[in-house]
């Protein structure tokens, strides 16, 4: 079992930036992929970006390539999400998930643990 707790969310204004964090317990993250993905309402989760377990291969989704950086600490058990020039839709509640193998990929069935979410709300 491992308990995954995102930090660092909350109101921005447009052009904005955040920095969130994925605080791991119980459980080591050091040999699993982390995924960061969001679910805005009505809208289905999606993946923003995802970090292999050494950090050497890291994914994001195709539209927040440049404005997204993902990292991680293996010392630290935590992933981070640095977000930039947000805009109003990146406004939803920002999940880390703990991938079920060591490389990530944007398929929520690939991870098994995840956090409560934390809000980030982009306002113009």
């Known amino acids: 079992q491992v308990q995954l707790e995102e930090s660092g969310g909350g109101l921005v204004q447009v052009g904005g930036s955040l920095r969130l964090s994925c605080a791991a317990s119980?459980?080591?993250?050091?040999?699993?992929?982390v995924g960061w993905f969001r679910q805005a309402p009505g809208k289905e989760r999606e993946f923003v970006a995802g970090?292999?377990?050494?950090?050497?291969?890291?994914r994001y989704e195709d539209s927040l390539k440049g404005r997204f950086t993902i990292s991680r600490d293996n010392a630290k058990n935590t992933v981070s999400l640095q977000m930039s020039s947000l805009k109003p839709e990146d406004t939803a509640v920002y999940y880390c998930?703990?991938?079920?193998?060591?490389?990530?990929?944007?398929?929520?069935?690939?991870?098994?643990?995840w956090g409560q979410g934390t809000q980030v709300t982009v306002s113009s």
């Open positions: 998930a703990k991938g079920i193998s060591y490389y990530s990929t944007a398929n929520v069935r690939e991870y098994d643990f």
């Open positions: 119980g459980r080591t993250l050091s040999g699993y992929a």
């Open positions: 970090i292999s377990s050494s950090g050497t291969m890291i």
